[in-house]
């Protein structure tokens, strides 16, 4: 069973910099997809990056293009997200999930792709 633990999330000042881990137990991890998703308060969840761990490969949501990094360490079964140039609008709950990528024609940021989810870490932006 594939099992995610989210940790990095806190308080950090617009233009400020974190970077958020997703550990796994391991399960498959090169023939999953793992995602960054998060979700403000009234608002729908939503994608921010995810990444390919078979063939490395990352996607980005426009709103994180540019200033977030999604990277995979494959020894240590770790999904990174590394959030530059933070803005209050970046405040929420941000999860990680994982998908296999047998189960999906392309790997994408959409949360209904992915059935495996993390317990969120909390980001707030302000000053």
């Known amino acids: 069973e594939v099992q995610l633990v989210e940790s990095g999330g806190g308080l950090v000042q617009p233009g400020g910099s974190l970077r958020l881990s997703c550990v796994t137990n391991?399960?498959?991890?090169?023939?999953?997809?793992i995602g960054w998703f998060r979700q403000a308060p009234g608002k729908e969840r939503e994608g921010v990056a995810c990444?390919?761990?078979?063939?490395?490969?990352?996607t980005y949501a426009d709103s994180a293009k540019g200033r977030f990094t999604i990277s995979s360490d494959s020894a240590k079964y770790t999904v990174y997200l590394e959030m530059n140039s933070l803005k209050p609008e970046d405040t929420a709950v941000y999860y990680c999930a994982a998908v296999s990528i047998f189960d999906v024609l392309k790997v994408t940021t959409s949360p209904e792709s992915y059935n495996y989810w993390g317990q969120g870490t909390q980001v707030t932006v302000s000053s």
């Open positions: 391991g399960f498959y991890f090169d023939d999953y997809a």
């Open positions: 990444i390919n761990n078979n063939e490395n490969a990352a």
